[in-house]
Structures are given as structure tokens and as C-alpha cells.
């Protein structure tokens, strides 16, 4: 790297030995846990760990296993996220500002070269983002030329590497408008809309880079509508393998609610035709935005779709939304607008995400509310759980969510769990903080190892005929061991901090489980430090 035009420190040199020897120990190593990479101690250093895995790519890329490669993938998404941090210096004189960004954004750039065409192709959005939050003309350029000429392969790339233009004002309009809306990706084409109706929405372009082609727009919405119809008749004619109807759906819907947001903006009611198709499809979040844009052109349909769909707990909170800024909530029914009311809606939302199960759930019922304190809020929050089914074939799949400070679900089965421990479980696993980590118990220092033995041997002797340690979690300064106990031909997880004993009996003996033990250890510590 003696080519390279920055200076590595000591302490630069020390950190980025440090960070190699994690990856090198993940890239061989067969525990379940991914290495926690230190943060250097300034975000620029993370250029002299790019370049590592520039110079060295061939040489990973031979790893074979599925956790190499997660540890791999970790270090990438660190090394990104340290390098779009390192552009927010500004207490450098303003010479060395500019330096700085473009040694960065150089970095950043060949490492996205080596990972878009590569297994890691999700990860190119987080590296290509850099080049546009960093404002240098060139750079931005730069990324519109690889969004136009190499569309990302991963269907939240586009969006994610164009985020920067939404968070920060001190870029030049003119060099992503109108040139991006050439795309034919709908990623991006979708991405670029909302990016252009933000921009016009807050004034800072006038008129709509679309106003001179609402005739393409119109036409684009009715061939995307078009293409949902057929899908939800027969999926089957867009591929045979899910994941690939699922990439085509999700790149359609998107493409469909930015097309719809652009033609509310538009104000011509021309397009009233294509807008009533789309609010006939079946997906929800397509209908609420056709009802908005409907409303919006002040069509009748649009505004009685909207109280429709607030009845719908997947949509009840963004037609809630449109309909308070059309001034129109009056219609709605009060009874959908109480907090347990929002809080259903916020996790039936949540679950229909394409990331998480992809469709509203079929049922979903409240269990219990409670007022408690929560990781990353300095007051107590409304936390509400709710029990959830999805109507199969087969018989039914049900679970139990959370809502209000956080939206989540587990694979896991929570349904046999007390109300007590469920809470725990999901505050132990919205818990992050750098004194929070984990080591595979194959993997510790020698007092640490030291420790556990004398658990193993005495106090979980007492509980368990044989433990299989996984792994020793730290929370600030207490350490707690998670592993299995088999006693009587019973194996069930457990965490042991040295004093208290934590075991979930109704959990399945996998490693989903541990992770869950852990979540009910590390929320119960939680609670009862500020409970």
C-alpha cells in the first residue's frame, strides 16, 4: 500500500492488524457467531481495510464455508459504514476535507467494483452509496454512470446507494436530473422518483423533472399494473424458482407506488383512468397509494378508499396518514385511530414487508399492553403483544409480535412463553451497545475459559448431568455463559451469569433457541437495572 497517498499511524496500523486477524480467525472458525470488529478509533482508517481486501479479494473469495462468507459480508458492511462516517469530518481544514473524500471515495469505489459481480452483490448499494453522500461532483457523476451502465444486483441496492440525495441538501441537481429517470431498471427508476418528488415536493426542483413526459409516466404505470394483474392470476408465468417472482414483484410495487406518488404531484387528471386500474389490485400498499393519489386529483373513489383501507390493520396506518393530510380523517372511524389501534397496524405492516413473511397476517389478536422502559428511549415506552396466524393448507402458523417502541417477530415460537419473558426476550434483542458482544466458547481467554469450567463443574453440575457451552455473552461488565443442559434425556437451553440460572423449557433445542435464551437473559438484566 505504499502507493497509496495517506499516512497509517501506529495506532491505524495496530487497529487494522487487529481487524485482520478477526476476519482470518471468522474465515476459519465454525462457530455460529460473526466477529464484533473493533470501531477504529477515527473512520478514515477504514480506507487502509479496503484496500486490504482490494489487494486480497482472490485470496477470500476461495473461502468455501456459509460462515466465511457471513464474515466476511460482516467486515464489508463495517468497512462501509466506517467510510461514510469518515466523510462527515469537519474539524480538518478544508484542503484536507477534500482530501480525505476522495481517497475515500476511491476506496470505496474499487471495493464495489470487486464486490458487484461477486457472491456479496448485496452489499454493493452500502459501497456506491458513498460516492453520492460524499457531494463531489465527479463522485456523483461517477455513480449515476454505474447505476445507468451496471445496475445493482440486489433489489434494495439502488435505493440504498441513492439515499444520500434524500439526507443531504449540498449536491448539484442537475448532475442525477433528468439523466437517471433514463434508467429501464425499476429499482432505480423507482428510487429516482421518490428522490425527484422529494426534491419538488420541498422546492428545490421546479418544474418535475417528469412533467415534460406524464405521458410516458402514465403509460409506464399501465404497463406495471398490467404486469401485478397478470401476476396475481398466474405468478408462475414470471418464473418457477420464488425468489425470482419475488425480486419481479418487489421491483413492480415499488416502481408502481413511486409512479403513483409522481402522478399526485403532477395534478393532471388524465391519468385517473390508470390510477382507478392500479387501486383495483390486490396489494395494499399499491391500493393506499392510488387512493392518495385518487384524493389528491380530488376523485370521489380515492377518498372512500382510504377509509375502506383503514379498516385494514397492514394499511390502517398510512391511510390514517394521507387521510389527516388531505384533510379528510374526519370519515375515518375513531375507533381505528386509538394507540392499540396503531400499534395492531404497526405490526401487521411490519410482517407483510417482503423481508420478513411478505403478506398481511390472515389474524391478528392483542394479548397485553404494558408501560416499560426500553433500550435506546430515555422515558418508558407502550409496548403492546400481539398473537398472529397465517391460514395455510396445512392448518394455520401462528406466533407472538411485539409493537410500539419496535415491530418484530421471531422465527421462534413464543406462543408457550410467559407474557414476562416474552417482553424480556424482545428488549434483550433490541439491546446494542460496543460493551455488548459474544465469543464462541471454543474461542475465549484463558481466565474466561477458567471461569466457565467452574460453572460447568459446580453450580450447573447441580442442574444439568451434561452442558454444551456455545458461547459467552458480555454485557458491559457481567459475563453470562448460553449453552445446552441435557438432564434425565431432556435437552433445553440455558444462560448462567454465576448467580442466576435462565432456561426455556418450551423452546426447541436449536440454535435459534440460545439466541433466545440469551435475548430473555439480556432483557431481564435490562429490566431489572432500570425497571
Known amino acids: 500500500m505504499s502507493d497509496f497517498p495517506l499516512e497509517m499511524s501506529d495506532d491505524a496500523r495496530i487497529w487494522l492488524n487487529r481487524t485482520l486477524q478477526q476476519l482470518e480467525n ?47 459480508e460482516r467486515l ?54 458513498i460516492a453520492f453522500a460524499s457531494g463531489h461532483p465527479t463522485a456523483i457523476r461517477m455513480g449515476v454512470d454505474f447505476l445507468l451502465q451496471a445496475p445493482p444486483q440486489a433489489w434494495t441496492s439502488a435505493s440504498l446507494a441513492l439515499s444520500p440525495l434524500l439526507q443531504y441538501e449540498d449536491w448539484d441537481v442537475e448532475l442525477v436530473f433528468p439523466r437517471i429517470l433514463e434508467s429501464s431498471q425499476p429499482a432505480i427508476l423507482a428510487s429516482a422518483l421518490d428522490i425527484a418528488n422529494h ?31 397478470v401476476m396475481e392470476e398466474n405468478p408462475g408465468k414470471f418464473g418457477q424458482q420464488a425468489s425470482e417472482v419475488q425480486k419481479i414483484l418487489f421491483d413492480s410495487v415499488s416502481l408502481c407506488v413511486s409512479l403513483c406518488h409522481t402522478l399526485s404531484l403532477l395534478e393532471n387528471d388524465s391519468c385517473i383512468g390508470k390510477l382507478m386500474q392500479a387501486s383495483e ?81 390472515s389474524r391478528i389478536e392483542f394479548l397485553e399492553q404494558r408501560t416499560l422502559p426500553w433500550p435506546g428511549f430515555e422515558t418508558p415506552q407502550e409496548c403492546f403483544l400481539f398473537r398472529f396466524g397465517y391460514g395455510m393448507a396445512d392448518g394455520e402458523f401462528s406466533n407472538v409480535g411485539l409493537a410500539g417502541p419496535v415491530a418484530k417477530a421471531f422465527a421462534q415460537d413464543l406462543a408457550n412463553v410467559p407474557t414476562d419473558d416474552a417482553f424480556a426476550i424482545f428488549a434483550g434483542w433490541d439491546i446494542e451497545h460496543p460493551e455488548i458482544y459474544e465469543r464462541d466458547a471454543s474461542r475465549l481467554p484463558t481466565s474466561v475459559q477458567e471461569q466457565v469450567r467452574e460453572w460447568v463443574e459446580t453450580s450447573l453440575a447441580d442442574e444439568f448431568e451434561f452442558v454444551e457451552p456455545a458461547f459467552v455473552g458480555t454485557f458491559f461488565e ?40 440469551y435475548y430473555l437473559w439480556r432483557g431481564r438484566a435490562f429490566f431489572h437495572a432500570f425497571g
Open 281 to 361: 389490485l390486490k396489494h395494499r400498499r399499491i391500493r393506499t397509494e392510488a387512493a392518495f393519489a385518487l384524493a389528491k386529483l380530488n376523485h370521489p373513489r380515492g377518498t372512500e378508499l382510504l377509509v375502506e383501507l383503514a379498516a385494514d390493520p397492514a394499511s390502517r396506518a398510512r391511510a390514517i396518514a394521507y387521510a389527516t393530510e388531505l384533510g379528510c380523517s374526519d370519515k375515518i372511524d375513531e375507533k381505528y385511530k386509538t394507540i392499540l389501534a396503531q400499534a395492531e397496524s404497526q405490526l401487521a405492516q411490519w410482517l407483510a414487508q417482503v423481508e420478513q413473511m411478505g403478506i398481511a397476517p
Open 199 to 229: 426534491l419538488y415536493t420541498t422546492g428545490r426542483l421546479d418544474p418535475h423533472p417528469c412533467a415534460s413526459r406524464f405521458d410516458d409516466v402514465v403509460s409506464l404505470l399501465g404497463g406495471i399494473v398490467q404486469r401485478l394483474g
Open 478 to 517: 457481567q459475563q453470562v455463559l448460553v449453552g445446552f443442559g441435557t438432564k434425565e434425556d431432556r435437552k433445553q437451553p440455558f444462560a448462567f451469569d454465576g448467580t442466576e440460572l435462565v432456561v426455556c423449557p418450551s423452546m426447541k433445542t436449536n440454535p435459534d433457541a440460545l439466541q433466545m435464551v
Open 76 to 129: 464489508i458492511q463495517r468497512v462501509a459504514q466506517w467510510l461514510r462516517s469518515s466523510l462527515g469530518v469537519s474539524k480538518l481544514p478544508p484542503e484536507e476535507i477534500a482530501f480525505q473524500k476522495l481517497i475515500t471515495v476511491q476506496a470505496a469505489t474499487e471495493l464495489f467494483l470487486k464486490v458487484r459481480n461477486s457472491r456479496h452483490g448485496n452489499l454493493d448499494g452500502s459501497l456506491l452509496q
Open 26 to 72: 471468522g474465515l476459519q472458525s465454525e462457530s455460529q457467531f460473526l466477529p464484533a470488529f473493533s470501531e477504529p478509533a477515527e473512520p478514515v482508517w477504514a480506507v487502509f481495510a479496503a484496500r486490504e481486501l482490494i489487494e486480497s479479494w482472490e485470496t477470500y473469495m476461495a473461502t468455501e464455508t456459509n460462515f466465511a462468507r457471513a464474515t466476511l
